[in-house]
């Protein structure tokens, strides 16, 4: 009889050097098999381990040892990442299964900086960079990654993400503004980035807006009397 399919390797692709999904929700594997099959116009057909993810289509030419499948992210949900498994089952009913074939990555941040040190001095918008890897910006979708600014883990409303610059998968620029109509707690604040996919990464204790603070005061008339007399007597 006919033996089962038997799969050797599953790959993702990339295009220009980014991987694809970080580039588009859907996003392609190629899945290399012994004893893959089809007749009466019926091929194998892959599967995937869990719901967030599914086959959207696959090709595969007969005779062949790989075989192609598109996978689509679900746009609505959000991701719980790590590994997938993909099951190959031939048109007989036979199948085969491998564990952890392929992963997608949640963002990383390596490090954030501002772009002009001490910006809220002068600006109550000011810009922060943000370097790391894995970040996604979908051109298939509206869906764009998000920053947050929190405060004490939580969502604030005194400094504010105000847009975010996608760059490259390796770096984006947020920009965040300082509200005037609400009373600064002064941080230390947080950045929190967000994927389409719905996978997070939080660099805490980014920065801090400190208060003003005097250090010397006197009496304007008494300073202009000791200029005039030229000094203490």
Known sequence: GWLAPSITAVSTISVNNVIEYLQSSTFTIVITAG????????????????????????VY????????????????????????SVRVVNPDGQSDTFINAFYIEPPV????????????????????????GYFQNWTNVAKKPTATVLYNTGATSDVMAESL????????????????????????YDIKITNPDGQSVTAQDVFAVPKSSITAAYEQVWAESLIKQGGPQ
């Not at 116009?41 to 086959?55: H, I, K, M, Y």
């Not at 900086?113 to 943000?130: A, F, K, W």
């Open 165 to 188: 610059v996608y760059i490259s998968s390796a770096q984006l620029n947020v920009v965040v503004r300082i509200s005037s109509t609400v009373a600064i707690n002064g941080g230390p």
């Open 109 to 132: 941040i390596t490090s954030v900086s501002s772009q002009t040190v001490n910006e809220y001095l002068t600006s109550s918008t000011y810009t922060y960079i943000v370097r790391g």
């Open 35 to 58: 004893d893959l099959r089809n007749y009466q116009a019926l091929t194998p057909e892959p599967f995937l381990s869990r719901a967030e993810v599914s086959v959207s289509s696959h």
């Open 61 to 84: 030419v007969t005779g062949k040892t790989t075989m192609t499948a598109v996978i689509a992210i679900d746009t609505n949900t959000v991701l719980t990442g790590g590994y997938y």
